[in-house]
């Protein structure tokens, strides 16, 4: 009955212990250095596993983490599940309603973000490929192209996290990333698919690899369209029927390891099929902020950290560092993807400012691009040495990305939301009890304050607040917009006393409303007043002043709370 | 690299994904007929398992869960992982303070209501060991000593869980039975993990099992005096430092993972540990409520529900269903215990018919028993037939808890809210910032009311409010005391317009506050008063009426939108 061994199951545990909590650890410490959690939680492998361990004492490694079979196999089976995990996480981002409400700069910004850096990298890795590591004997085709893929993947759920830790998420540069960003990961991951089934087909495991592809590409149609349709049905009656939020995430996670086994079984990884899970389920009417988070929570704090690890316990990393190889496979991969995408936003309309800015948030790589290079090495695809170089250059390229972008936006004077809201524009008691009406409300006031029509405010305002919800949580929102009848930004303010609930992440009813009405081809405003904002709702006694405060002066004195910020930061 | 087959990997995931589904599916119908969902998931674990599927389809049965070996292992290392999680939500649920602030009479229930029990159990399968499955060759003593414990054994969570669907986990008689269970459960464990030692001792496995039963005693000693202590200074400095939920939510896992791993390693299963973990870092102080939850939702979600099919998929239940036998156990589970603790409660001072309502509280068994008998099993201690009947005892038992308690409390005519609540009990802005202010500014009021000292009402309810916190989250919470100086029941409520943290499990503020006062010697009069509360809370209607109400009169008339109750539900 059971086959386990008592010591094999301690071994286990305490390994699983260690590696979450050293994950963390380092992930928090990471995180204070102002870089995404994933560097702090590959470190963590790295020195657990044999980079490190086995330098300083190879008796400890060979006992905590040279491993049985069966201790093997178990963490093995943990990772994939955490894998699809991940991937269902960045499904649940994509957003294809939005997607197509942005479909001309997206898809721009898109297509030259993946067409540039696969170009780059097809063509170097097909010109040298054995600088790149191409093993003799293997079809160079097949590695080419899979050097292009790697080249042009995006990483959307570290995107998200880099826009919304400045707080510009909710930005429209933010939504036209994260459309971007989309399209580029479905992109990516569908080439991908097709190179695994090629690579399946030459090993002679499948009969005959391009029904493999048919297959793969019927089942993606067939999840976006008819199992997004049957999602969106059925996702909103199990949360009103099922006990919140465990009934939805139950199913949730029940659908993804179907859709996981189906790609899986289909010749493929199971990464894609959670992926098409998560997208099929993750739109905006049907799942709310709240339940999101808690799978999102799920998947990263616990999973995450595992497969992260992993990578690095598997690898001695000192033993394959390759310099002049990370040194193309970095510059191929930032070269090709920040021109690419900056060409796209500059021919859709932005500044070249804006436009740089735009390049360098999709080129951070992040999680999407690790696990790719996994799989390829798992696959025999890559070796050792490519493996690291692009393990480094994912790694890299999300750190750079958060600091770039913040050098971009904050060169220019600031502009303050303490010049910008007049006492004209402050309204003490909005009446409305819907975010509908509380954008009405506002955009009455904005009217009057910026000559324009109030009907043609609501308008641009509301069906932007409709591609994403603006709420910040913490009783905060900015719904915005950018007009092209005004010339200088205008900002008006309202305060609710029963709060509304706008469908934030945190489930606060918002109480707090500021309205940005910026020029059409100023996206710095924009991004300028939010950052403002975000000074005043990340400091908590303002933030606590202006929840309470009773008029205009008191208000105003709120904001003052929160100290100034450096132009950089 | 990789050791699973890509086939093997599909059926895993697969698997998972139907066991959660069908788990969450049936544990969703059972919830609607007001039964544990506990009780669906075995049921889908039945279904799945060989008792059904053998008998409709061979094939279907052993293509999908007769599984490789290597499946098997993963199966086994992930519901290893998951039976730990639910002991340290068991554990969480373990407050060591509000135990000792009980202690006369927490202690006297839980004494009878282990050693009543654990006599009958001993002494019927001790007579008749034949009976009751024991194999000849084996220490019958062990056996007999496993089978009283079995007896012995509740189940806090699902206590927790019924008490909470009725509303009366917040009232005195549930902070006394969760005490009470909450010692039980520990004591229990316990004495389970001497009885796996001596078992190991027998077979040779370890070579002296009192030295097992020394460490295990030292390590629990250990864990609830340095290590608790410990988690006092760290966890909060956790919770304010790290990234929140998840940096808590990872160290709490990895400590937890750790923990299980020494107690494995020491030769009793890796429960015991992940138990010890959960109480030593579940004190009310430590964690919020929320993050609490949490975890709960962690565990209870998405691993409980694999745990508890598994069990039925082990085993062809048809096929070793013992009529006498569980009528047996049943008889000997039910009577030890209703009848222990109904006089534990009665010693102690309670009526009759709340002795009675606290016996039929903790005689439900639910998970504990089924993961205490399901060890048993592995370890060889017990056979097929004894361990069907174990697992319907717990099911029985659960299942019939809630339905007595409900009828116990609901015989008298029941008082209500809206014959208690005059109108110079009530005021309409409570200017209190916090718990405790709220709870003075009532008392006074209540004082009035009542004819008695505001000072000692104020010591009463904030005394009882520090044991648990009465918040009922939505906004609401019910302070409330026993008073020996009042004849009849006194109600007085009041509205807070900005909210009070009352550090309620969903985080809201509170702004609606009623305090209740009753007579010492009349248990049920609370019982009534917090039902009919819960009457109004849990109607959608009649809750945001009451959140809204500006007077009075507005405010009783939110009471009256939610309809009166039959007596019995």
Known sequence: MKILTSHEIAVILVEIGIIIGFSRFLGEIARRYRQPMVVGEILAGIILGPTFLCIITPDLESGLFHLSPNTLIVM????????????????????????????????????????????????????????????????????????GTAMSISALPVIAKTLMDMNLLKSDMGTLVMASAALNDLVGWLIFSIVVSLIAGQ?????????????????????????????????????????????????????????????????????LGALLVGIAA????????????????????????????????????????DLPLIAAVFVIACTGKVVGCTLGAKWSGSSTRESLTIGFGMNSRGAMEIIISLLAFEYGLIGENLFVALVIMAVGTTMISGPVMGWLIHEKKPLKISMLLKHEGYVHNLKGATPRDIIRELANLAGREANL?????????????????????????????????????????????????????????????????????????????????????TNPAARAAALKAENYRSFMNAIGLAPERSQQH
């Open 453 to 537: 029509n109030p009907a043609m405010i609501f308008e641009e305002v509301w069906e932007r607040e409709r591609i994403i919800g603006t709420a910040l949580g913490g009783g905060f929102a900015v719904p915005h917009a950018r007009l092209t009848g005004i010339r200088t930004p205008t900002v008006v303010a309202g305060k609710s006393r029963d709060g509304v609930d706008f469908n934030a992440m945190d489930g606060a009813p918002v109480q707090v409303v500021f309205m940005i009405l910026t020029p059409q081809h100023d996206m710095g405003a924009q991004l300028q007043i939010l950052a403002d904002i975000a000074r005043i709702f």
């Open 282 to 321: 993750g739109e905006a009417e049907h799942l709310t902020e709240r339940t999101k988070d808690v799978i999102t929570q799920f998947a990263t704090n616990i999973f995450a950290p595992l497969f992260f690890a992993f990578i690095g316990l598997r690898i001695n990393f000192a033993a394959y560092i």
């Open 76 to 147: 093995e089976g943990l990772t994939t599940v955490a894998v699809a995990l991940l991937l269902l996480v960045a499904g649940l981002e994509i957003n294809l309603f939005s997607l197509w409400n942005q479909r001309k700069t997206a898809f721009l910004v898109s297509f030259l973000g993946i067409a540039f850096p696969f170009a780059l990298g097809f063509g170097a890795s097909s010109t040298f490929p054995g600088f790149f590591g191409h093993v003799s004997g293997s079809d160079s085709m097949i590695f080419a192209v899979f050097f």
């Open 203 to 271: 090993a002679g495991q499948v009969n005959n690899p391009y029904v493999t592809i048919l297959l793969i590409i019927l089942f993606t149609v067939f999840m976006l369209t008819v199992v997004r349709r049957v999602f969106r049905r059925i996702l909103p009656w199990l949360e009103r029927r099922t006990v919140w939020p465990g009934g939805i995430l139950g199913f949730v996670f029940a659908f993804t390891m179907i859709g996981s086994a189906v790609t899986e079984q289909l010749g493929v990884h199971a990464v």
